[in-house]
């Protein structure tokens, strides 16, 4: 079944420390998001990227940065100048074929980041 | 620009009590229409949407009809389970964008008891 994969499903890091959220897909979709969810806040846009080799900043993406060498493949990195980085992060992804924009997003099950 | 306004939640309801959970947008142009639903832990499904004006979308008993008039899209269900407990998100994304960026509202939180 074609998917979103989303790992780990909980991550903890420490103080100045790094680190990158897996996000796979096998839809063949060629635009894909990244989401921070906050309690009472829905979600906010970090980072989006239409196709391989290119992504766009969204509303929040200090701290954080991306990479999209592979269609497949969308990791998140968590910097260590992202100070509140505790909450769920979701993955989701699209396709950008003509009279997509009716289509859907496809979200990944999240990875809960928190502060050790 | 582009926005979607949700109603305050937590909603707590009843087995088999009626469901309307309030959105209204604001968007240039004419946007598609999504209900997302988020289980606990997990990710959001898609529930229903609507492209155009008038559109009804439905699902799992769930429907929401697309109002340019008023700028809603209001999701109702008859009759709750308490299977329905979630999360629920409206959503547009605006159809002349190449972008594909959906704007989400903040999400209602739906109890339903026994």
């Known amino acids: 079944d074609g998917g979103i994969t989303q790992s780990p499903k909980y991550l903890f890091r420490k103080e100045g420390q790094n680190v990158t959220l897996s996000c796979e897909q096998n839809?063949?979709?060629?635009?894909m998001y990244w989401y921070r969810q906050d309690p009472g806040q829905g979600l906010r846009l970090i980072y989006y990227?239409?196709?391989?080799?290119?992504?766009q900043k969204g509303d929040i993406a200090e701290g954080y940065s991306v990479s999209r060498e592979k269609k497949e493949s969308f990791p998140l990195t968590v910097t260590s100048a992202q100070k509140n980085p505790t909450a769920f992060y979701l993955c989701?992804?699209?396709?950008?074929?003509?009279?997509?924009?009716?289509?859907?997003?496809?979200f990944g099950d999240g990875t809960r980041l928190s502060i050790l | 620009g582009n926005s979607v306004t949700q109603m305050e939640g937590p909603v707590t309801l009843s087995e088999e009590a009626f469901l309307t959970i309030n959105c209204t947008y604001t968007?240039?142009?004419?946007?598609?229409l999504f209900w997302y639903v988020q289980y606990p832990g997990e990710g959001l499904q898609l529930l229903l949407k609507?492209?155009?004006?008038?559109d009804k979308g439905s699902n799992k008993g769930f429907e929401a009809t697309y109002r340019k008039e008023t700028t809603s899209f209001h999701l109702e269900k008859g009759s709750v389970q308490v299977s329905d407990s979630a999360v629920y998100f409206c959503?547009?994304?605006?159809?002349?964008?190449?972008?594909?960026?959906?704007?989400f509202g903040r999400g209602t939180q739906l109890t339903v008891w026994p």
């Open positions: 968007a240039t142009g004419y946007p598609s």
């Open positions: 989701a992804s699209r396709s950008n074929t003509q009279g997509s924009n009716n289509q859907p997003q496809h």
């Open positions: 959503a547009l994304v605006h159809r002349g964008s190449t972008l594909g960026r959906l704007y």
């Open positions: 990227s239409q196709i391989v080799n290119d992504f």
């Open positions: 609507a492209t155009k004006a008038d």
């Open positions: 839809l063949n979709h060629d635009a």
